[in-house]
């Protein structure tokens, strides 16, 4: 495995820290080993980047800069993610900006395609389409020039799919993976998407989305969804609590009207929590799945300018579903885990403090730099080093592509 390969690489020809190896340089760090290890008997050179997945999770931390995973793992001591194989840095901009958001940043990381501020699933072309007729879009959001996701790949071979998010679910980075609208505030177009679509498992908030209190639809069209007979739907966390996953049927679990509340507020059920259900549901599927898992709300923090323990505390439960998703995958070794940020919120500093740190801003939006990635598990990496965020999903389609030209 990998891990022994680094290691004896590592004390034999350098004597850097091997978590700077990691972090920094994978590619080069594999190079180096290729060379002398074949004569070591150990395992074969590019294992890793040549194996592919079977099954694929997907962990955002929206707007988690490094000062972010720093504030979380000065909060938890040490991160789960600290198992992972694989690190590196991903440029976060968009076709138009070089500061992107969280849709555009979201269809990027799904469809292998950069395109406009606030597009969910749909290409450049859909800004044309908008400005020549925006009321036959309208009536019609996922024709306007849709690009096809892994989740679109993922459903022709027969594999499940889930998101999981803290906000509603029909916010931008959720909604770029499962839904095509040509602007993120179609929050309702995308709830109805969701319905329509073949995702089997949506956690999360938004719950106004779907029964007509928010956007565009008078109708409430959650009551109906939810009495179909293939479909669990909970909408308080009691019914979360006392619910039991099944891999045959689709599970809806909205419980706020929107976003969920903070982790410094008691959210409930937690994104931990959500993540494990989603694997236990689809888990089931033995074509395998792609689940997306969202930490909505580092974002939110950033753009309030939080302070560092509400910053550090909801970083830090990023990390306890990166947690879930780790352990997941040590009983499932054909599962890839890719974690990663769509970009930086706020241009968050930590700056000493005496003996502690405090946060320090330069912004309330989103910030130009690059962001952190780590890849554990077969097809790993083909993550590492430093990626563009439409790299990432060109090699996440053609994954999930390889997987279905295999079903076939
Ligand atoms: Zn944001």
């Known amino acids: 495995m990998l891990p022994s390969r680094l290691t004896n690489c590592t004390t ?31 395992a074969p050179a590019g294992r890793m980047d040549t194996e592919s997945p079977r099954s694929i999770v997907v962990l955002i931390g929206d707007g988690m800069g490094a000062a972010y995973f720093t504030a979380a793992r000065l909060h938890k001591g040490e991160l789960a993610m600290e198992r992972m194989e694989v690190g590196g840095l991903m440029d976060q ?21 950069r395109t406009y501020g606030g597009a969910i699933g749909v290409g450049m072309g859909c800004r044309d389409l908008m400005a020549a007729d925006s009321a036959a879009m309208r009536a019609d959001p996922a024709a306007c020039d849709p690009l096809e ?18 906000s509603s679910v029909t916010h931008a980075t959720p909604a770029g993976f499962g839904t095509k609208v040509p602007l993120r505030s179609w929050q309702a177009e995308i709830a109805n998407q969701y319905m329509e679509s073949p995702i089997q498992v949506v956690l999360g908030g938004g719950q106004g989305w779907f029964d007509g209190r928010s956007g565009t639809f008078d109708t409430d069209r959650l009551t109906p969804f939810c009495a179909a007979a ?36 008691g959210r409930y059920p937690s994104l931990p929590q959500m993540t494990r259900t989603a694997l236990d549901v689809l888990a089931g599927n033995p074509a395998g799945f792609i689940l997306v898992v969202e930490g909505s709300q580092p974002d939110w923090l950033g753009h309030a300018n939080a302070p560092f323990h509400e910053i550090a505390a909801e970083s830090a439960d990023f990390d306890d579903a990166v947690e879930v998703a ?15 940020s769509d970009h930086e919120t ?22 130009g730099e690059m962001v952190p990635l780590f890849a554990h598990g077969p097809g790993a990496l083909a993550f590492g080093g430093i990626r563009d965020n439409d790299e990432i999903g060109r090699t996440l389609v053609e994954m999930v592509r390889r997987i279905e030209v295999a079903v076939r």
């Open 230 to 265: 293939e479909v669990d739907c909970l909408l308080t966390p009691e019914e979360f609590e006392a619910h039991q996953p099944s891999a045959e049927r689709r599970l809806f679990g909205l419980f706020a009207e929107d976003g969920m509340p903070r982790f410094t507020e």
């Open 326 to 340: 780790l352990d997941f995958q040590a009983e499932h070794p054909h599962v890839l885990v890719l974690v990663l």
């Open 93 to 113: 901009r968009s076709a138009t900006s070089l500061v992107t958001g969280s849709a555009e940043a979201s269809t990027a990381l799904a469809t292998g395609v």
């Open 12 to 42: 034999s020809r350098t004597r850097l820290p091997l978590a700077v190896l990691l972090i920094l340089f994978p590619a080069l760090l594999l190079a180096a080993c290729d060379s002398g290890d074949a004569e070591a008997g150990s």
């Open 346 to 367: 706020g241009g968050l500093a930590l700056l000493p403090d005496g003996d502690s740190l405090v946060a320090a801003y330069s912004s309330t939006g989103h910030t």
């Open 149 to 166: 996701s892994v989740f679109d790949v993922a459903h022709r071979a027969g594999m499940s799919t889930g998101v999981v998010a803290t």
